[in-house]
């Protein structure tokens, strides 16, 4: 009996979310919207991986973009009169993030994963206040190449090599497909 009238409760507060959608609820969530067409532009990326049929390379950001397009659209369906003050946030770290991240993506078309990831990992991590320059080399080097195995030898992803393919010098570990 408990569970059933939570479940109409909710349902009624559901339906009268949506009923209350319009063009203002949608304005006060532009985060949610950026998401949307974010998320629409990385399927139709994704979709354009090549597929043999299985599971393949656009099969994961399919699915996390199609979780944050649910997500986003809860977010402007339960909107709670919360109005994101823009001017109260420092805009000028996201800015830094996505200019690395801007530069790491033309550094790796040019360099390839490898080397692209371990020319930025040290910059993210030393502007994240990480400053053990053991930490930094260990992280910088290291992690690049678990991906490059995990995501190349186990799942079969083809990683973007560059002009000079550093990752054909990598031993062949003897792992199997999973």
Do not use: C, W
Request: aromatic share 12%; net charge neutral; proline share 6%.
């Amino acid at each position: 009996m408990y569970y059933e009238d939570r479940r109409l409760m909710v349902i009624k507060k559901v339906t009268r979310n949506i009923r209350e959608i319009d063009a203002d609820s949608v304005k006060s969530n532009p985060l949610s919207i950026l998401f949307i067409l974010f998320s629409l532009i990385v399927i139709y990326s994704a979709n354009q991986f090549p597929d043999r049929g299985e599971l393949g390379a656009g099969f994961f950001p399919i699915i996390l973009s199609a979780a944050i397009i649910v997500f986003s659209i809860i977010d402007i369906i339960t909107d709670d009169d919360t109005e994101l003050e823009m001017s109260t946030y420092d805009l000028l770290p996201p800015a830094i993030i996505i200019g690395l991240l801007v530069g790491y993506v033309l550094l790796m078309s040019v360099a390839g994963f490898l080397l692209a990831t371990m020319a930025i990992l040290p910059v993210v991590l030393y502007y994240s206040g990480v400053r053990s320059k053991l930490k930094i080399g260990f992280i910088s080097v290291v992690f690049p190449i678990v991906l490059f195995y995990v995501f190349s030898r186990i799942f079969m992803v083809r990683l973007p090599e560059g002009t000079i393919p550093v990752s054909r010098l990598l031993p062949h570990l003897p792992l199997g497909v999973i």
